[in-house]
């Protein structure tokens, strides 16, 4: 009846069913007698049509499958929603289970989701005795079904992966008899007892990564009061968020904590007082501490004892780093602040000799970056360092590639398998059973080698996804085909299969899709801009640590993998780190002066500087350049020292040779000849330096000579005579006995007493003193 029914639907989707009506009518009638006859069954098998008619009718969503790999005493429970697609009421409803043949290839597995259509040959009949009526189900109605089945009665007789049918079926009006109308498949990985070979070796990759939370920007008290630009983060710690969800999870499960020491920095600043960045400029109190504190707690009993991965600072996108140019001792110091950083929180010896690309694409620039910070472990992935065409088997992840450097190469089809959407149940589902189903095929393709495999899934699964993975990581604890291998390390160690390729792979086979997604080379010049501008400003400051420690980690956040497929944010994050970082030079300042106006040839020029930070500045220098050189000269620099929070007043000599206005721009340089804050420019006015000015200063100069002149004449005058008796008096042209002059020009007081003067100290007039 099945082959009836699908040479029925062919000729249905040749031609509309008013073009053949009595065609059609035999054609039924035809397989009503076969049914009669015995010949066939039912048919179930119809091809789908646009019209929802078909095996797509009815939507089925399997939702759980527990446990997820039973053993032959278990009872499999299975459960989920069907929901009529269709435009027609379905009548006497009902679910089934149909196993069809066992898988041999790992490509099948990949597959088994894709199907939708009802296929006769390869679904497998309906399990006897294992259905669940539904009855009717109108147009857009959703009903829910459990199925519980004994594992025996599915009569699996050999050990492998075996795709596992619901299908459900019915009839609808327009087609009065009963046939497939939907069906899900899913994967059972059946293994009841141990494996007779080799146990595979799975190393699964625990990562606790998060996005950029945290800018340099910080209070100016004391304490250095962090300033987060949202809390969101606090939302994300908090009981059922994304990162309380992955410690919760992980601390019962044998993995390897892969860890972004910024993350914890970030939290660790949380547990004291913070802000949070207001929309209208004003920053409110954060509220995250308590979560904060909690959070790490449990990080800290989570990691005790268990192999922790620490990542460089910031998580670096190190084909970013190989691709565009970027400076390769930010990875350096990335990757020392790791060690301690993790130490010093989680009171761990991290593991810091391992990198691990996005994606684990690789190729030879990005593993020489990798290795340049002392990381030999490369963790790749086997979508990019393929394995010949037509390997029989997957390989041991660990090979070396040249160097000293180990390539840990993780399984692609596991590391992908909880991408995705999984907030549906029915995805969560079917990823937990693929993987599985990988897993064991992994073990069967050549059990009698013992294999060390690693996971590695996506930087930052969530909720959902990372409860997925713990559902399949407690699928592989009954280790009936698999043994846990938590350490990394021990993985890297493994001794590499002979076969496995060692070869990286070229720079053209990077993939387009994740060059697009790279830090442009732009990004990388703003970063070097920053980073120049910091170096210099902290020449200056009398306690550095306080802008060096917040900007040099949010320069390492400016490379951070977090930012790919977010341009924009990315560009805006460079923005307001460089921002801030201006705006802590321009606290030291000069400060606006009105012009000033010299009134001589040579003058003091003062200039004020302005510490608006919170400590000290020294090694600064203030310079003022003249316009006219040659018409007004500034002395050389002067050396600047201020306190923070205060000012200090520089003076510089000038000498004018010229009138008229000067302008001078002054400016604060450190000793390498960096500029730090804006330049500021003022006009000199030069006005007493005239012609005339010169002429009278000249003309007082002369008189004053004169008057000298004329002084010493007279005082010679009035001396005594010399040794020949020729002095004024023995000539008769000296005072008269009575006082008198010579009556040319009047007497003047200081005259007689010259005179008197010159009397007392005659030696020749007996007992008067002589004075020496």
């Known amino acids: 009846m099945a082959e009836a029914a699908e040479f029925q639907e062919t000729f249905r989707g040749t031609a509309p069913p008013a073009t053949f009506p009595r065609f059609r009518t035999v054609v039924t009638l035809l397989a009503v007698l076969l049914v009669f006859l015995g010949v066939t069954q039912l048919p179930n098998a119809p091809a789908a049509h646009a019209d929802g008619t078909g095996s797509r009718t009815v939507s089925v969503s399997v939702d759980s499958l527990t446990p997820v790999a039973p053993t032959q005493n278990d009872k499999i429970t299975i459960s989920g929603t069907v929901t009529n697609k ?131 920007r910080t209070e100016s008290d004391q304490q250095q009061t962090p300033i987060f630009p949202n809390d969101d983060l606090a939302a994300e710690l ?260 002979p076969a496995a390729s060692r070869r990286v792979p070229g720079p053209g086979s990077y993939p387009d899709a994740l060059r697009a997604q790279e830090l442009p080379k732009e990004a990388f010049e703003a970063i070097r801009e920053t980073q120049k501008g910091l170096s210099s400003f902290k020449t200056i400051l009398t306690s550095p640590d306080r802008v060096v420690i917040p900007f040099g980690s949010a320069i390492m956040r400016e490379m951070s993998t977090s930012w790919r497929g977010n341009p924009a944010g990315a560009a805006e994050f460079r923005t307001a780190v460089d921002s801030y970082l201006d705006t802590l030079r321009n606290q030291v300042s000069l400060v606006k002066k009105s012009d000033p106006t010299l009134s001589g040839r040579s003058a003091v020029l003062p200039v004020t500087v302005k510490n608006g930070l919170l400590q000290g500045i020294d090694g600064l220098y203030l310079q003022l350049e003249s316009s006219q050189p040659n018409r007004l000269k500034v002395t050389d620099k002067q050396p600047v020292k201020i306190d923070g929070g205060h000012s200090q007043s520089v003076k510089f000599e000038t000498r004018a040779y010229a009138n008229g206005p000067v302008k001078v721009t002054a400016q604060l340089y450190t000793a390498d000849g960096q500029r730090i804050g804006k330049e500021m420019d003022f006009t000199v006015h030069v006005t007493s330096i005239t012609p005339m000015v010169l002429l009278v200063i000249a003309g007082g100069v002369l008189l004053l000579v004169l008057a000298g002149l004329r002084i010493y004449l007279k005082r010679k005058r009035s001396g005594k005579p010399d040794s020949a008796g020729n002095g004024p008096e023995a000539d008769g042209e000296g005072p008269s006995d009575d006082g008198g002059n010579n009556g040319d020009e009047p007497e003047r007081p200081g005259d007689q007493a010259a005179d008197t003067g010159a009397r007392s100290g005659d030696p020749s007039r007996p007992g008067e003193k002589v004075e020496r």
């Open 238 to 497: 908090a009981p059922g968020g994304r990162l309380q969800q992955l410690v919760a999870l992980g601390k019962n499960l044998p993995v390897t904590w892969v860890i972004d020491p910024d993350l914890l920095a970030t939290v660790e600043a949380m547990t004291k007082s913070y802000r949070v960045a207001g929309p209208d400029g004003k920053d409110t109190p954060g509220r995250g501490q308590a979560v904060a504190n909690q959070w790490l707690g449990q990080l800290q009993k989570a990691v005790d004892g268990k192999e922790v991965v620490a990542l460089p600072f910031g998580d670096p996108d190190l084909a970013s780093l190989a691709h565009h140019g970027g400076a390769l001792s930010h990875l350096q110091s990335a990757t020392e602040l790791a060690a301690t950083t993790v130490d010093t929180i989680l009171h761990v010896k991290p593991r810091t000799d391992f990198a691990w690309p996005v994606d684990g694409a690789v190729d030879p620039s990005i593993v020489g970056v990798a290795t340049s910070a002392g990381a030999h472990n490369i963790i790749a992935r086997s979508d990019s360092l393929r394995e010949p065409d037509g390997s029989p088997y997957a390989p041991t992840a660990a090979r070396p590639i040249g160097g000293g450097n180990t390539a840990v190469v993780a399984d692609a089809r596991l590391s992908t398998a909880f991408e995705g959407d999984l907030t549906r149940a029915g995805e969560t589902s079917l990823a937990v059973q693929q993987f599985l189903a990988q897993s064991l095929m992994i073990n069967k393709q050549a059990p009698e080698n013992e294999r060390s495999i690693v996971v590695a899934p996506q930087r930052m699964p969530s909720t959902s996804q990372a409860q997925a993975m713990a559902t399949a990581l407690g699928g592989l604890s009954a280790g009936r085909w698999t043994q846990p291998l938590a350490d990394l390390g021990d993985a890297a160690k493994a001794k590499p299969d």
């Open 86 to 216: 269709g435009r027609s009421t379905v009548n006497a409803g009902r679910i089934g289970l149909r196993v069809g043949p066992l898988l041999t290839t790992r490509s099948e597995i990949d597959d088994i989701g894709d199907r939708t259509a009802f296929s006769p040959g390869t679904d497998g009949a309906e399990l006897s005795g294992h259905t669940q009526k539904i009855g009717k189900l109108q147009p857009g109605i959703s009903r829910e079904f459990t199925l519980t089945v004994p594992a025996k009665d599915l009569n699996l007789d050999r050990d492998g992966v075996y795709p596992l049918g619901v299908s459900f079926s019915g009839q609808t009006t327009d087609q009065p008899y009963e046939r497939v109308l939907g069906i899900r498949r899913t994967l059972l990985p059946w293994q009841p007892s141990g494996t007779d070979g080799k146990k595979t070796q799975v190393t699964f990759l625990w990562p606790l990564i998060s996005s950029t939370h945290l800018t340099a």
